[in-house]
């Protein structure tokens, strides 16, 4: 009886453990139901964080800055943007600078995905914007020779920091939901020009130096406190379209453009960003919900620190769904 109780036991042990092993391959199963075909990358400079690839299970390219010799790189050299302390160092005069990725940098980011047999498709701030994207073509060359048989797909969202972001967040939704690239691709060739973007800034002081806006427009701007309402256009550049005088002349003038050029906007996400500029903030968040309705959906967060070197302390902009740019 000793004996056979024993072998009981020892029989009960190992059901159990064929049991367990059992569910955990199920669970790999699963898992492996839901991998992902493709692999999609996101950059900083379209507002897109560390938290948002974890949730979205993205990748995130790194877009550096540099505050005198010293290059920084977003969420490669610190974990949170401490945005308050930034702008704060902006209005005290500290201009910062930005450049562009080297091909190595991007091969660093795409390789061990291709050795792993996956596509990527990248979703970047505006081609037209930034030299790092030639730097991107003699890499995606290098590696067209290594793996001929994998490919880096892209979207231009023709945009930065608010414009992308809004694009970005339809497109991650569209991957999490297991959407294929050639439907994200051709979402994308119908919905990117739809995504209208307006902006305006307190101090054109880093648009005059980075050439954003016209030396002479910055300069009346700040001298006669005439803002420049800024559009991002269809060829992916800022283009001034329009002036007010004073923050309450800038809001209602967007307010005007917003109202003629929205299509459906209550069926899609208004967007803002800022350069810590809540205040602002808060009063085109009031003039849209008055507008619009509480129900508005309207999302806002905080420019990232390399496009916000170009614009500068004090701004804000918006992105709605519109009928064109």
């Known amino acids: 009886?000793?004996?056979?109780?024993?072998?009981?036991?020892?029989?009960?042990?190992?059901?159990?453990?064929?049991?367990?092993?059992?569910?955990?391959?199920?669970?790999?199963?699963?898992?492996?139901l839901m991998e992902k075909e493709y692999i999609l990358f996101a950059d900083t400079d379209s507002d897109w964080t560390p938290?948002?690839?974890?949730?979205?299970?993205?990748?995130?390219?790194?877009?550096?800055?540099?505050?005198?010799?010293?290059?920084?790189?977003?969420y490669v050299d610190f974990d949170t943007f401490d945005y308050k302390t930034y702008y704060n160092e902006l209005r005290k005069g500290t201009i910062p600078t930005t450049s562009a990725l080297s091909p190595a940098n991007y091969v660093e980011y795409f390789e061990p995905f291709f050795k792993q047999g996956k596509d990527i498709l990248y979703v970047h701030f505006s081609k037209a914007m930034s030299g790092t994207f030639n730097?991107?073509?003699?890499?995606?060359?290098?590696?067209?020779?290594?793996?001929?048989?994998?490919?880096?797909?892209?979207?231009?969202?023709k945009g930065i920091t608010v414009c992308s972001y809004a694009i970005l967040l339809e497109v991650a939704q569209m991957y999490e939901q297991g959407k294929s690239i050639q439907e994200i691709?051709?979402?994308?060739?119908?919905?990117?020009?739809k995504y209208a973007t307006y902006f305006f800034v307190n101090d054109l002081t880093f648009f005059k130096r980075s050439g954003r806006v016209k030396g002479v427009a910055a300069f009346m701007g700040n001298i006669l406190g005439i803002r420049p309402i800024i559009n991002m256009n269809q060829e992916g550049?800022?283009?001034?379209?329009?002036?007010?005088?004073?923050?309450?002349?800038?809001?209602?003038?967007?307010?005007?453009?917003i109202d003629s050029l929205?299509?459906?906007?209550?069926?899609?996400?208004?967007?803002?960003?800022?350069?810590?500029?809540?205040?602002?903030?808060?009063?085109?968040?009031?003039?849209?919900?008055?507008?619009?309705?509480?129900?508005?959906?309207i999302e806002v967060h905080i420019v990232n620190p390399t496009a916000g070197a170009h614009c500068g302390p004090n701004g804000i902009g918006i992105t709605f769904h519109g009928k064109h740019r």
């Not at 190992?14 to 391959?25: A, G, V």
């Open 1 to 32: 009886m000793v004996i056979l109780s024993k072998f009981y036991k020892i029989t009960l042990f190992y059901l159990e453990k064929i049991q367990f092993y059992s569910k955990i391959d199920k669970v790999r199963g699963k898992c492996l």
């Open 51 to 74: 938290e948002l690839c974890q949730k979205y299970d993205m990748q995130l390219i790194s877009m550096p800055y540099k505050i005198g010799d010293t290059e920084v790189r977003p």
């Open 135 to 157: 730097a991107m073509s003699i890499a995606l060359r290098q590696l067209a020779e290594q793996y001929p048989d994998r490919k880096v797909y892209t979207i231009d969202t």
């Open 185 to 193: 691709m051709d979402w994308a060739a119908v919905e990117v020009d």
């Open 237 to 257: 550049t800022m283009a001034p379209i329009g002036r007010a005088r004073g923050l309450n002349g800038a809001i209602d003038k967007v307010m005007e453009i």
């Open 262 to 297: 929205q299509e459906d906007i209550k069926s899609h996400r208004v967007v803002i960003a800022h350069t810590d500029i809540q205040d602002t903030v808060d009063l085109v968040v009031k003039r849209l919900k008055e507008k619009y309705g509480d129900d508005l959906n």
